[in-house]
Nanobody
Framework: QVRLVESGGGSVQPGESLRLSCAAS????????MGWYRQAPGKQREFVAN???????TYADSVKGRFVISRDWPKNKLYLQMNTLKPEDTAVYYC????????WGQGAQVTVSS
């Protein structure tokens, strides 16, 4: 059974940083491509970043240069370091992988407001 559990969300002011974590189980984490998506109120879920088993990364233009995705294989954990946060980054952030089918975590709320 695949399980993805996010943690690390919260409320911050513009310009501050947060790190999200995702604990994964039920997959071969070493080879699985892992990703982060987000959904703001009233908007569709959108891609944020992903990382392959080999460590190749892809970012949405809106977060490039500010967010860093990484993974720790022995710990089966995925991370998203979010720097220089903006109000438009406010959303629920979801951990994602495709393992025979798409799998999603429960989401972590990130609020950026002054």
């Amino acid at each position: 059974q695949v399980r993805l559990v996010e943690s690390g969300g919260g409320s911050v002011q513009p310009g501050e940083s947060l790190r999200l974590s995702c604990a994964a189980s039920g997959i071969n984490f070493k080879i699985a491509t892992m990703g982060w998506y987000r959904q703001a109120p009233g908007k569709q879920r959108e891609f944020v970043a992903n990382i392959t088993g080999g460590g190749s990364t892809t970012y949405a233009d809106s977060v490039k240069g500010r967010f860093v995705i990484s993974r720790d294989w022995p710990k089966n954990k995925l991370y998203l370091q979010m720097n220089t946060l903006k109000p438009e980054d406010t959303a629920v952030y979801y951990c994602n992988t495709y393992w025979y089918r798409p799998h999603w975590g429960q989401g972590a709320q990130v609020t950026v407001s002054s």
